[in-house]
């Protein structure tokens, strides 16, 4: 049931924030609820969750069209260009812009609608070759790029970490995140400001909050295991 699981992800999200001398507030839980109905989603917002990731566009659009309105809607997944319009004006947060091009696009369809949109870069941090998001060079002339576009807030870097067997593993890259966004923001760059840290999923997320997350993105803790791998 996902109120139990709610309660568990809760309790472990507590526990990092305590160790870590965190306030509870300074992280948002998102429930991935990609590939589940929207039925498990209006579960989810009885049991008291609102926030919520997806990584389709129409999906999200399709879900948030038959949820309460309560409801707040994550992009997580790999944007296509073509699809820009589906997320924005419905997602509270584009958290994988991970070119100028895309952010370009964005721009310009939120300029069309008169609307600012909040996003995030997506960095690689690991340097996967399998993973989209890009290195830390370029995280930097991407924030500063989109630090310019007039439409868009940007509000600070998202990664996804290696599947690991030990959460343990990827402290070294949400700490990298974290201090990559401090030497962006030493940088002074006009328009930048970043305070958002998106980072850490099921295996990993309690390490994250510990290395500073302000978004952790769980998905099969909360929702179970999904039917297919996405
Ligand atoms: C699916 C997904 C998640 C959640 O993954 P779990 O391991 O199920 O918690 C988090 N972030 C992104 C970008 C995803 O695509």
Redesign the pocket.
Known sequence: MFAERLKSVEEEIRRACEKADRKREEVTLIA?S?TNPAEAVREAIEAGQLDF?E?KAQEMVAKKAVCPDSARWHF??NLQKNKVKYVVGNAVMI??VSSIPLAAEIERIAAKKGLTVSVLAEVNIADEATKHGIGREEAVELVKAMGEMPHLHVEGLMC?APPVEDPEENRPYFAAMRQLLNEINAMGLPGVQLHELSMG???DYAVAVEEGATFV?????LFGA?NYP?
């Open positions: 991935v990609k990731g990584n997580i997944g958290h994988s996804i999923m099921s295996g993105r769980v998905g099969t803790a999904r996405v």
